[in-house]
């Protein structure tokens, strides 16, 4: 079946830092990408997606390329802010199946 | 205001009782999803339902029940709690015409059985 391989956590980095947090995947299909973010004591909420190989998602500094021939989605943004702390998924859609499998979450902590 | 609501936020319980979590939407969604997250383990799928007639189950689904009552609600109950469902309970939404399938959550409910 399908199935999201996170970096494990945690990180910590200093504010302004560089930030990379890898991702690979497995599926039988053409999935969608997505990175979902999760602030303390809320829900997950979409940071950035990608439906096709090549193709970027972006948002709010970070960026993530959606790589078909190393299957990886890694997330990445030049400088960190405090605010930026928090736990990072990786997931994949199955679009057909209607059903989204998700990578166990990354926690990064930025200190000033 | 939230777009996808849970109720309760926090339940303390004890083994043995039943217990049902509520979700609803505002987004006029057909798709809704139960997860449960645990510490170094993401989420994991409960049960699904693509509409009120459709319910499956998700990858975890033993010990847990659930209720399509409407478009807009879905509920989970645990039929006797045991302390190893103890975690962290989300719901989610998503169009059933959407392209990408994105997921979108509620606040989550935190439940703790002893």
């Known amino acids: 079946g399908d199935s999201v391989t996170q970096m494990e956590g945690p990180v910590t980095l200093s504010e302004e830092a560089f930030l990379t947090i890898n991702c690979t995947y497995t599926a039988t299909g053409y999935p969608s990408l997505f990175w979902y973010v999760q602030y303390p004591g809320e829900g997950l909420q979409l940071l950035l997606k990608a439906t096709k190989a090549d193709d970027k998602g972006s948002n709010k500094g970070f960026e993530a390329t959606y790589r078909k021939e190393t299957t990886s989605f890694h997330l990445e943004k030049g400088s960190v802010q405090v605010s930026d702390s928090a736990v990072y998924f990786c997931a994949l859609s199955d679009t057909n199946a209607g059903k989204s499998t998700f990578g166990d979450g990354t926690t990064l902590t930025v200190k000033p | 205001d939230a777009d996808v609501t849970q109720t309760p936020r926090n339940r303390i319980t004890k083994t043995g009782k039943r217990i049902m979590l509520e979700c609803s939407q505002t987004k006029g969604h057909d798709r809704m999803y139960w997860y449960r997250q645990d510490p170094g383990l993401g989420l994991r799928l409960i049960y699904y339902?693509?509409?009120?007639?459709?319910?499956n189950k998700g990858e975890i689904s033993d010990g847990y029940s659930v209720s399509r009552q409407a478009q807009a609600k879905f509920s989970l109950s645990l039929e006797s709690a045991i302390p190893n469902q103890t975690a962290l309970y989300f719901c989610a939404t998503s169009r059933r015409d959407g392209a990408y399938n994105e997921q979108f959550f509620g606040p989550g409910t935190r439940l703790t059985v002893l």
């Open positions: 339902s693509f509409d009120v007639k459709d319910i």
